[in-house]
Each structure stands twice: as structure tokens, then as C-alpha cells.
């Protein structure tokens, strides 16, 4: 018996990129989602790549893009400001799905955006923005970087609105997004941009 060849189609493309993106938009609010954490690139001196994993704060569809919450006071912002184009990198172990959006970065730091979206972020997560500390430097020993009395609980909302010059949140502008599904009988890979699919060698 002869066994079925494997055809793949542009429409089976659009419908991976719905389930995906649909796994995307509940991403930023299920802790437990592979597409929770990502890692995201930006370019240092313009020579080098740097890579760090990051959480996932928002996604939108239209228009197409990623945020994410850092400290103003990061390598990351510098880097970004002097070259925006960066890469997102998202991977689903289960389902076996790679997930590459190319970016530009906008970055939102003592603005009208990032006041808003400080509101509603924890105290939990406000704490680590009240470091003395600039991320990254070098330190002769070890400190959380935040006031050491919230070690064991959180800060109150007044103290943590010290937090708030050092917070900063980057939207990362979708240009294009490229998608490989990896299967046993034949892996598939594509790029989306300005709503057009086309294939890629896996």
C-alpha cells in the first residue's frame, strides 16, 4: 500500500497562525502558558546581540503588537534607543511551535502610557522598581535591589510610588512574524507580513 503524501496549503498556514495567536492573546494573563516568558533581542554598541527572558505583558492583534514592563535604568533602554529593531522569541514545548516576531520598539517611560499601566501593576512587581541600584552594575555582594524591609511582604502603594521614575514599559511594533510548527512527517515554516502568508524551508 501506498502511503498519502503530505500537502500543506496556505490555508492550513492561516489556520496554525489563528490557534497560535489565539494562545498568544491569552498568554499575558496565564502564568502557566508557554507564551507567558519570552526572549527578547536587542543590539548592544551596534555589534553585538544581547538576549534576555522577559514576561509578557500584553499582545494585540490590530495593531499587531507586544509589550512589556523593564526598569528605565536597563542596558535594554539605551540599546533600544539607539537602534528600535529588535526580535521576539516565543516557544511552545507541547505543541512543538516557534514563534519569531520581528519588532520596532517604542519606548513609554514617565508618560501617560506607562502611568496607566503602572496602576495596574502589583506591588509585588512595584517593589522592583524601588532599587537604588542601576540593573546590571556590578555589586561586591549580593542585594535584591530593593528596600531590604520588603524582603518577606510588599511595600504599601504610597511607598511604592517611589518606584514609578525608574518604570518603564516597551511596545514592541510587530513588522513581520514567522511561525514553524515542527511535526514528524514534515516540519512547517512561514512568514506573515502586511496580512500575506508565504512559505519557508524549514
Known amino acids: 500500500m ?10 492550513n498556514l492561516k489556520s496554525i497562525y489563528d490557534e497560535e495567536m489565539i494562545k498568544m492573546l491569552n498568554a499575558p494573563k496565564d502564568g502557566k502558558s ?3 516568558v519570552f526572549t527578547f533581542s536587542s543590539i ?13 505583558r500584553s499582545f494585540n492583534l490590530k495593531p499587531n503588537f507586544i509589550s512589556f514592563n523593564t526598569d528605565s535604568r536597563s542596558p535594554k533602554i539605551k ?5 528600535k529593531n529588535s526580535c521576539a522569541l516565543f516557544y511552545d514545548n507541547i505543541g512543538k511551535v516557534q514563534i519569531r516576531f520581528h519588532a520596532e520598539a517604542v519606548i513609554h517611560s514617565q508618560d501617560a502610557t506607562s502611568r496607566e499601566i503602572w496602576k495596574q501593576t502589583s506591588l509585588q512587581s512595584r517593589k522592583c522598581y524601588m532599587g537604588d541600584l542601576n540593573p546590571s552594575s556590578k555589586i561586591k555582594h549580593w542585594h535584591p535591589n530593593f528596600p531590604l524591609g520588603y524582603i518577606k511582604k510588599d511595600p504599601d502603594i504610597k511607598h511604592s510610588e517611589l518606584g514609578f521614575k525608574n518604570f518603564t514599559s516597551i511596545k514592541l511594533k510587530i513588522i513581520e512574524t514567522e511561525i514553524l510548527k515542527l511535526y514528524h512527517d514534515g516540519h512547517v515554516r512561514f512568514k506573515i507580513k502586511d496580512d500575506k502568508f508565504n512559505f519557508v524551508a524549514p
Open 2 to 11: 501506498k502511503s498519502e503524501t503530505k500537502t500543506v496549503n496556505k490555508s
Open 34 to 36: 508557554p507564551y507567558h
Open 44 to 56: 548592544k554598541n551596534k555589534k553585538w546581540p544581547e538576549l534576555r527572558t522577559v514576561v509578557l
Open 79 to 83: 540599546e533600544l534607543r539607539n537602534n
